[in-house]
């Protein structure tokens, strides 16, 4: 069992990595919505001034969105509902936050965002598998 566990290809261990892959899918699409994007909705005057310091037209634009990417983008994450589009504007907003919002401040500061970030690509790349709302929609 452990041998086939640590050797086999993804389609001899699909029942698995799809429960892995489906975990991984709405345990940080719903950390991302609940504990990041509900608190910048509506933006508060810190994160629009955050978003001017960047340079962004519009900021309060700006802010709005990044928030809405965070909060809806993890919610449809974490259902697997538009997952490539929505990973494809959560991991924008997170290459925003790492690079650009936090592009000073030490790795540890920026950890979590590089860890959205990284996540976001993987569902960019494969989409949300076997055990989404956009694989019943397909």
């Known amino acids: 069992m452990i041998k086939k566990l640590m050797f086999k290809t993804t389609q001899e261990n699909s029942l698995f990595n799809e429960a892995t892959i489906t975990a991984l899918r709405v345990v940080a699409g719903l950390l991302l919505a609940v504990l990041h994007g509900s608190g ?50 959560i991991a924008f907003t997170m290459l925003v936050a790492v690079f650009g919002a936090h592009a000073a401040d030490p790795v540890n500061v920026k950890e979590l965002g590089l860890i959205y970030l990284v996540i976001s690509l993987v569902f960019l790349a494969r989409g949300a598998g076997r055990w989404s709302i956009d694989r019943f929609i397909k």
Do not use: Q
């Open 40 to 89: 910048k909705v509506p933006p508060s005057a810190d994160l629009i001034a955050g978003v001017t310091g960047l340079g962004f037209p519009a900021p309060s634009l700006f802010a709005w969105l990044a928030g809405l990417a965070e909060l809806v983008g993890g919610v449809f994450l974490a259902v697997g509902f538009l997952t490539r589009p929505s990973a494809f504007v």
